[in-house]
T-cell receptor, first 115, second 113 residues
């Protein structure tokens, strides 16, 4: 049973560029959440997708956007990159109302460095 | 506020017990989680507890919950060098159309052989 997968593993961009990160959820899961983890900090919630729609959003600017596809995979897009966007981006999947009651399982993350 | 707070660092000897502490904020019924993060890796779910429970045990892990004080602890018995990692406490908070996890800053556990 494949867990949550993310690509790419590492990414280096320059200020002002745009980036797309990808996530495939754990088999059987239908909900994807994205988190940003800055160095030395705990993950911060960006947004959550279910049924191809953004259900809820954290305190992140509109430069952060996302998408969920019919197969439940998801993308995170960040426009006009800033140095402060450098972080580990984590994707988590869960099953809405499932036996584990929305327990979120995390992928290995994508390390984004903005120069 | 929505802060979850943890002690920042813990050092123990191999074979000893480790206790990592956390305080959370939401007074309503919720789930509380412990995740482990090794260097350069994602988060591994260790265990979780619902807020109407006092204790949960899973092999070497014991979670204690004091709902009155909003205090959560994770005890690792017979700590091994492979337990060295960052441990995150997380609280599931309900939002209008879904839920999110709110994390503490993490506790660095160092196990000395």
């Amino acid at each position: 049973d494949a867990g949550v997968t993310q690509s790419p593993t590492h990414l280096i961009k320059t200020r002002g560029q745009q980036v797309t990160l990808r996530c495939s959820p754990k088999s059987g899961h239908d909900t994807v959440s994205w988190y940003q983890q800055a160095l030395g900090q705990g993950p911060q919630f960006i947004f959550q997708y279910y049924e191809e729609e953004e259900r809820q959003r954290g305190n992140f600017p509109d430069r952060f956007s996302g998408h969920q596809f019919p197969n439940y995979s998801s993308e995170l897009n960040v426009n006009a990159l800033l140095l402060g966007d450098s972080a580990l981006y984590l994707c988590a999947s869960s099953l809405l109302g499932g036996p584990s009651t929305d327990t979120q399982y995390f992928g290995p993350g994508t390390r984004l460095t903005v120069l | 506020g929505e802060d979850v707070e943890q002690s920042l660092f813990l050092s123990v000897r191999e074979g000893d017990s480790s206790v990592i502490n956390c305080t959370y904020t939401d007074s309503s019924s919720t789930y509380l989680y412990w995740y482990k993060q090794e260097p350069g890796a994602g988060l591994q779910l260790l265990t979780y507890i619902f807020s109407n429970m006092d204790m949960k045990q899973d092999q070497r892990l014991t979670v204690l919950l004091n709902k009155k004080d909003k205090h959560l602890s994770l005890r690792i018995a017979d700590t091994q060098t492979g337990d060295s990692a960052i441990y995150f406490c997380a609280e599931r908070q309900h939002m209008e159309y879904g839920n999110k996890l709110v994390f503490g800053a993490g506790t660095i556990l160092r196990v000395k052989s």
